[in-house]
């Protein structure tokens, strides 16, 4: 790939990760064990990050907020920067051929928090 292409590619994909509910469809695809996750599901999920509630509890406006902002707009534009595969007919979304490199950069630029524990031995590293 020409350094061109290389420079578009990477510029796309940085456009498409700026918004925090596209970069949470990223981590929770790429954290997930099946291969596809329904756009329902998805929306439960980011709308109790967002509220920090559990995901059973994530319904009314808060769902619908989340779920149609996803549909009408952040999972278009992740298919089209090739992190994901969104099909709106069956409202599924599959990796697409970006997503490990999506998740990397996510996951790169992503503040780290560490705990200090009173054990000196104890050196977990949690993340944010």
């Known amino acids: 790939m020409g350094d061109d292409r290389l420079e578009a590619s990477l510029s796309g ?3 498409a990760l700026r918004a925090t509910r596209r970069r949470r469809v990223v981590r929770n695809l790429s954290e997930e064990d099946e291969n596809s996750i329904s756009v329902r ?3 439960k999920e980011i709308a109790a990050q967002e509220h920090s509630i559990p995901q059973q509890r994530a319904t009314g406006e808060p769902y ?3 779920y149609n902002a996803l549909s009408q707009t952040h999972l278009p534009a992740l298919s089209k920067a090739g992190i994901i595969i969104y099909d709106p007919d069956r409202q599924n979304v599959l990796p697409g051929p ?3 490199l999506a998740a990397l950069l996510v996951d790169i630029t992503r503040p780290t928090i560490t705990l200090l524990y009173e054990d000196p031995d104890d050196d977990l590293l949690w993340s944010e």
């Open 98 to 100: 970006n997503l490990e």
């Open 64 to 66: 619908r907020n989340v």
């Open 13 to 15: 994909m940085y456009h």
């Open 41 to 43: 599901l998805l929306a």
